[in-house]
């Protein structure tokens, strides 16, 4: 699965534009993308590891750093 936080495995999903639906009700798609960063973490052997994590689990991660 591409572009999905390494931690939670949250991905995008899909669902319809609300500026789309109308007096006609004709729905346009659109896809909800997450909130991925870059984020460096100790990986296997403490070196750093560049990884893709979403904004929650980052945030999350420095908070258990403190």
Request: hydrophobic letters at 30%; a positive charge; aromatic letters at 4%.
């Amino acid at each position: 699965m591409a572009r999905s936080c390494n931690f939670c495995g949250k991905a995008s999903i899909g669902g319809f534009n609300p500026q789309s639906s109308g007096m006609n009700r004709v729905r346009a798609h659109r896809r909800y993308l997450p909130n991925l960063q870059v984020t460096t973490v100790s990986g296997k052997n403490g070196a750093p590891e560049k990884v893709l994590a979403c904004t929650r689990c980052r945030r999350t991660l420095t908070k258990n750093a403190r």
